[in-house]
């Protein structure tokens, strides 16, 4: 399998910095969480079919567990949606929402994430779904609108300012009226840690290939969507409600640049 660059000619407008921070994601998030483990996506691909079906179901089964408080919280807003996931890794989620959403959308920066995804639909019978490789997160072309955006774990790994470049991109293809629901890391954790430079506090929640992980509170979380979306609620979940946090959001006008 020949690997895909992450960059395009439109990424090359970033400051060497971001360019450099997000070869590093690419290459930290080929390896994608389940339960408590983290495992490469690149020897699941070489799996036979029957291996890869029996090895995605027993993730399905820690996801279920897991991620319980995800599905039994979020899953009559996915309903009848049509859902753009930004960052879908192993996507358990995705599997498990998309018999209940309109349409669901599998994208990833990592081209084996989606190559996985694609087989494991096909293997599973998952319909309703379809799949983008994300080579420029700031001129992506998503080529039709959604009315739910789900991004789980995924824009705190960039610096503020360039994930919010990244969310006007994806605001394009929002149509007013759409919910959104992000998940990202409370200011408790990282005062939990510390107060750590953001490169550490990275390293400190999801390892040390992790080149930047951020905190979001609920003025930050509005700053870096826009005066086009309004905060309807946030929820701190996991150890002593300091380890996450979810966002829902709804967008009421275009965010003008």
Known sequence: MVKR????????MLQDSDRDLLEKNVAKWATVPIGKSRIHTHPIL?????????????CIQIAQIDRQWIYENFSGLIE????????????CDGVYFSSLANKW???????????????????????NVDFQVINSILTHDFKKT????????????LPFELAAREIRNIDRFLVNG???????????RWIDEGEPDFSEFGRRTDGKETPWAEYYTETKVRDLFGPGYRLLKSRRWGQYEHEFITFELIKERRTVL
């Open 46 to 58: 070489n799996l036979n079919d029957e291996q890869l079906a029996r090895f995605y179901q027993e």
């Open 146 to 157: 959604y009315d739910l955006l789900y991004a789980i774990g995924v824009f705190h790994h």
């Open 105 to 127: 959308t599998f994208s990833d920066i990592v081209y084996e994430n989606i190559q996985l995804l694609k087989r494991v639909c096909s293997l599973l019978n998952v319909v």
């Open 80 to 91: 009848n949606r049509t859902v753009l996931e930004i960052g879908s890794g192993l996507g």
């Open 5 to 12: 660059s992450y960059l395009d000619d439109s990424t090359f």
């Open 178 to 188: 759409s919910y959104v629901i992000v998940l990202m890391y409370p200011i408790e």
